[in-house]
């Protein structure tokens, strides 16, 4: 079971979260102008990382706020968590 730390609430159970997988999906901004396949891509195409990897996650049983975990896809490891809107050079480490 892993214990994830909500940056609003604390460290809490994994079941009071919901899982909403890779982070840094960026949506087209013209999606009328893709092909299927580009299309395709961005809908199911993922990274499937092994190893370190940032997902999103929502805290659905809590604050229901969203927010971002560094973790170790092998080992289950939690590296981090923290919000989108932290700036890129606080997003190195800091818990």
């Not at 929502?58 to 968590?81: A, P």
């Amino acid at each position: 079971m892993l214990l994830i730390n909500c940056p609003w609430c604390g460290e809490r159970d994994e079941t009071e979260f919901s899982y909403g997988g890779e982070a840094g999906i960026v949506r087209p901004e013209n999606p009328e102008i893709l092909s299927d396949e580009e299309w395709g891509d961005y809908l199911f195409m993922r990274k499937n990382t092994k190893g370190v990897f940032t997902e999103q996650w929502n805290h659905s049983s809590g604050c229901r706020q969203w927010f971002l975990v560094k973790r170790d896809t092998v080992t289950y490891k939690i590296i981090d968590s923290y919000k989108f809107d932290r700036s890129d050079s606080e997003n190195k480490g800091s818990k």
